[in-house]
């Protein structure tokens, strides 16, 4: 299949006059199980094989894709991204030269323990089950439950023509609970996930057998919290919220097409300052195991960690081949692609501040009367002007520097330069929990983290 596939590219370039072509094969299997309220929704697994062409020509992008690898398919699949390419450059208003990079070739592996295939289905099915009974015995105020198990294994081949040949295999694991209670006319809700790159080993752990009930008894708790107060508050941000700040309020500015666009708020800023020196956020696909980790970005570009602020000062953007070239800079390996059928277009992968010099206690400190909010239902990013809202899991009052009471229904609004510049300290305890990113109509796995930060003067939106 190699050799068809680089024949195919090769032709692509040289007699059918395509500036660059770039194919990406792809073979996984997909396992899905779904337990609400006590009974198995959905257990399924799927088979998904294809493969998906780019070709560039006059600054346009044609794309085609087929699940049908025969010899004369392959080469209509490349002939037909061609001529999309060539009707697309009819109408293309900015027209720019693709930079040359030199071809990298490797393999890259993950480090499984215990395979995933070898686990029975069964097997799958009762561990989903266990979370599910977990959550609806544990209280009377429990009214629905959503367990679920999610894994894809496989492989991906990209080949282009710059010379890539790259082979990267796909092992992820996730798994987590949603519990919804309701009591006397309040309905709360906890939640809880694990996930990583790997084998199954990762749904092993104590924490992966919990899910259920540790969920549950964070509902539960819920119904009896208070109202969020509202005003202006100094919050301290446990490392969940964090990196789901981070990454929606500061990355997704960060990515250079967003730049381009002209709708993101660090267009022309690199070198200036974004927040306090104590501040440093990196995307690192390459943190060994991470839901969102991965050695070569989907146009087999070899990744490294992006430093997008150093010591408060913005350091650079997300780039694709296309967004570097457009930039005259080095492409830095963020292209993905949601499987064959999707083109590659700049993601994050593990996004998080760095630690600071803080003890997490040391976080707390001199906060007289503030709000310490824990992780993130949802959240609304604007990255032209860098306006966000996040509704959090939970939070507690701080008084005199201790977490005290409970409360719900706390909601974080303000400027994300702003906050970047009035953080006041960083812990040095670092974690990260896995999730899924949405972007043009793609999703991704992707890995959100960071310590515990304080941050000044931060709207809280609450019921009192």
Same mark, same amino acid.
């Given at each position: 299949m190699d050799d068809l596939i680089s024949k195919s590219v090769e032709r692509g370039v040289g007699k059918l006059g395509a500036e660059f072509v770039e194919a990406r094969f792809e073979r996984t299997r997909g396992t899905g199980v779904l337990v609400v309220d006590g009974g198995p929704r959905e257990v399924a697994g799927a088979l998904n094989a294809g493969l998906g062409v780019r070709a560039f020509l006059d600054g346009a992008w044609g794309f085609s894709a087929t699940t049908v690898l025969r010899g004369s398919l392959v080469e209509d699949t490349v002939k037909s991204a061609i001529k999309i390419a060539k009707k697309a450059s009819e109408?293309?208003?900015?027209?720019?030269?693709?930079?040359?990079?030199?071809?990298?070739?490797?393999?890259?592996?993950?480090?499984?323990?215990?395979?995933?295939?070898?686990?029975?289905?069964?097997?799958? *099915? &009762?561990?989903? #089950?266990?979370?599910?009974?977990?959550? $609806? !015995?544990?209280?009377?105020?429990?009214?629905? +439950?959503?367990?679920?198990?999610?894994?894809?294994?496989?492989?991906?081949?990209?080949?282009?023509?710059?010379?890539?040949? *790259? &082979?990267?295999? #796909?092992?992820?694991?996730?798994?987590? $609970? !949603?519990?919804?209670?309701?009591?006397?006319? +309040?309905?709360?809700?906890?939640?809880?996930?694990?996930?990583?790159?790997?084998?199954?080993e990762i749904l092993q752990s104590e924490a992966a057998h919990m899910l259920g009930q540790t969920a549950a008894e964070r509902a539960v708790k819920l119904l009896d919290a208070e109202p969020a107060p509202s005003g202006k508050f100094t919050v301290v941000?446990?490392?969940?919220?964090v990196g789901v700040f981070i990454h929606e309020a500061f990355g997704h500015a960060c990515e250079a097409d967003k730049v381009l666009a002209g709708s993101s708020i660090v267009e022309g800023k690199i070198g200036n300052k974004m927040g306090n020196e104590s501040v440093t956020a990196i995307d690192d696909p390459t943190l060994e195991g991470l839901y969102g980790s991965f050695k070569y970005d989907d146009e087999g570009i070899p990744t490294r960690p992006r430093v997008l602020i150093e010591k408060g000062v913005l350091k650079g953007y997300l780039h694709s081949i296309e967004t570097a070239s457009?930039?005259?800079?080095?492409?830095?390996?963020?292209?993905?692609?949601?499987?064959?059928?999707?083109?590659?277009?700049?993601?994050?992968?593990?996004?998080?501040?760095?630690?600071?010099?803080?003890?997490?206690?040391?976080?707390?400190?001199?906060?007289?009367?503030?709000?310490?909010?824990?992780?993130?239902?949802?959240?609304?990013?604007?990255?032209?002007?860098?306006?966000f809202t996040f509704k959090c899991e939970y939070a507690h009052l701080i008084e005199d520097g201790e977490p005290k009471g409970l409360v719900r229904d706390t909601a974080l609004?303000?400027?994300?330069?702003?906050?970047?510049?009035?953080?006041?300290?960083?812990?040095?305890?670092?974690?990260?929990?896995?999730?899924?990113?949405?972007?043009?109509?793609?999703?991704?796995?992707?890995?959100?983290?960071?310590?515990?930060?304080?941050?000044?003067?931060?709207?809280?939106?609450?019921m009192r």
């Open positions: 109408t293309t208003k900015e027209r720019f030269k693709l930079r040359t990079i030199a071809g990298t070739e490797g393999v890259s592996d993950v480090l499984i323990k215990i395979k995933p295939q070898d686990i029975p289905m069964t097997d799958k *099915v &009762k561990f989903v #089950l266990e979370l599910n009974k977990q959550a $609806t !015995s544990f209280s009377s105020k429990v009214v629905n +439950v959503n367990s679920f198990l999610g894994e894809t294994i496989g492989h991906v081949t990209i080949i282009n023509s710059f010379g890539a040949h *790259v &082979k990267k295999e #796909l092992s992820r694991m996730r798994a987590g $609970t !949603s519990v919804y209670v309701v009591d006397n006319g +309040v309905r709360e809700r906890g939640s809880e996930v694990v996930g990583g790159t790997g084998g199954y941000m446990d490392p969940r919220l457009r930039m005259n800079v080095d492409t830095n390996g963020a292209a993905r692609a949601q499987d064959y059928s999707s083109t590659p277009i700049i993601r994050m992968s593990n996004t998080y501040i760095a630690a600071g010099g803080c003890k997490p206690d040391e976080v707390f400190e001199g906060v007289k009367h503030g709000i310490y909010a824990v992780g993130s239902e949802y959240g609304y990013v604007i990255p032209a002007n860098g306006q609004s303000g400027l994300i330069l702003e906050a970047l510049n009035n953080v006041e300290a960083v812990g040095k305890d670092v974690s990260f929990e896995p999730g899924v990113c949405g972007k043009s109509g793609q999703s991704v796995p992707v890995s959100t983290g960071g310590p515990h930060i304080r941050v000044a003067n931060v709207v809280i939106g609450g």
